[in-house]
């Protein structure tokens, strides 16, 4: 233990001075003389994004004096934010001259950073993501740039925090990434004249983090920007010669290693690494009696990324006291629990061939793991692949029949022999699963990630035009959906099919209840058929009607109060229907 304190104070003198022990810089190649300098130090080694994917889930932790009000952290400090934001002063409910000395009376006295690793492992996770510094400016560890810190002089609560979170994580073995806003909206030079000023600050605050706390395996920016905002590719290059195997997402104004869908999840894509962001309750600081996650919607939520060849990371916030909400250790136990049986599925695998809604695969080696989440008809038909499928196991319990064919895998799995969490069927092939092209699974809804076009579109602010487009609302991620400007009254979303289907079920989630009434459309040579009505949608409505065959359908809000959010369409066929 005091060795490995020297060793860090020594690195720190170093560094301090200029000089660069020769032990961090192992493997940094990047010459600032050279005329064709090499710029590997802006992405990381693919063997280090290969062992993060692997890892595929880690916890996110937010934790700030915020806590003592039970408000967002950052977003509810009532004062300018800085830059585009510094025209919307007073958004925050906490007022600046409180929010700014919460710090002041905040004793967390409970805290104990080796009882939220063994949480974050008992969950089954492999990385913690800790947040040192949001964009309130308040710093989580001994930083010498500025008083406004846990270790300040006027904190209530003097303590390296992140010194020992540090030391928990290197003791249990646990990957450690560090969340580091680089907006700062306390600094007095952030987004001013001055701003050179602020990112000398930055840079030497990075610098301190990555110097004084031993080894850091990632860093976790937020909130983008621009590269000369930050200076970016002289903060990646100073971040790797001091410590080489760093993974750096992609929110400081260069591409990073890895995409952040927060809140939502990421699509299916090979040839892109990304980490859906996500909280386990409804926001990302402590809140009194928040409304946490099911272990079925945390799950989906899991088995969603990595069946899209992503990572999760789940966020929990501890409460004023230091201590994790005990609701929420017993949900993170919970899905420990579940990963211990069904791990194989997880780590070390990657998205595909498969993916659907409600239909997911994930593989390794020469297994696909087929991962149902809701039966939502008895067979599922799987596309067809080139390998052949020497045998299979329900991994869950029970035994399922799988019949392959050249037009395609048959699955069937008994009621009783369904799983209500995740239904997971592993099938052996007769060579790499890797090999295998990936596919969409068109089994349940005919309108999943079909196309789409709307009546209307959102783009009242720009920067979150994208997050509202129509495809959203058939994306299968109930976190994203479609929706208008806030004076539009009535609208339309139509999906195309593809092909001729017989329909007789639809789900329509929309969570705000701002839908006055709809129609449920149906095309007939160049008009449109009503086949359904009705009034309030709200969250999760589920509609029967009379079998009803077309090419294109299109959900008519025909009255809103205000803009409707549509997360969810989905259009199910009847079982009928012939294949």
Known sequence: MCRRKTLIRCVAIFCAIGITPVCLSVGFAADSNSPKENRDYLKAKPEVVKAWQDMRFGMFVCWGPVTLTGKEIGWSRGAPRGGEFRVREGQGETPVEIYDNLYKKWRPDKFDARKWVKVAQDAGCKYMIFLVKHHDGYCLYDTKLTDYCS???????????????????????????????????HHPDYRTKNHHRYIKFLHGQVREILTNYGRIDGF???????????????????????????????????????????????????????????????????KPDDRIKSLKECIDALVTCVGRNGNLALNTNPMPDGRIEPRQVERFREIGGWLKENGDSIYGTRGGPFWGLNCLSTRK????????LKWDEDVLVLPPIEKKIVSHSLMTGGKAQVKQTHEGIAIRVPAEHRNELDTIIALELDGLAADLKPQRVSWGSLTFCRPVKASAKYNKVQRYVRRYEPDKAVDGDPRSGWTVNPDVKSAWLEVDLEKEAAFDRAVINEPLGRVVSFELQVKDGDAWKTFHSGQKIGRELEIQFPATTGQCVRLFVTDAVGNPMINE???????????
Not at 165 to 180: R, S
Not at 240 to 258: A, E, F, K, V
Not at 365 to 372: A, E, F, L, S, W
């Open 151 to 185: 270790t300040g002089p006027e904190a209530a609560w003097k303590h390296d925090v992140m010194a020992d979170i540090a030391e928990a994580c290197h003791e249990a073995g646990l990957k450690l990434i560090v969340y580091y806003s680089q907006p700062d909206w």
């Open 569 to 579: 369409f989905q259009l199910f066929r009847t079982k009928r229907d012939p294949r």
């Open 365 to 372: 080696n020469n297994t696909i793991y087929v991962h149902v």
């Open 220 to 286: 976790w920016f937020d909130l983008g920007g621009k590269p000369q905002d930050w200076d970016s590719e002289n903060l990646f290059k100073m971040m790797r010669t001091l410590q080489p195997w760093l993974i750096i997402n992609n929110r400081c104004g260069l591409r990073g290693d890895y995409d952040t869908p927060e809140q939502k999840f990421g699509a299916f894509q090979l040839d892109r690494p990304w980490e859906t962001c996500m909280t386990l309750g409804m926001q990302w600081s402590w």
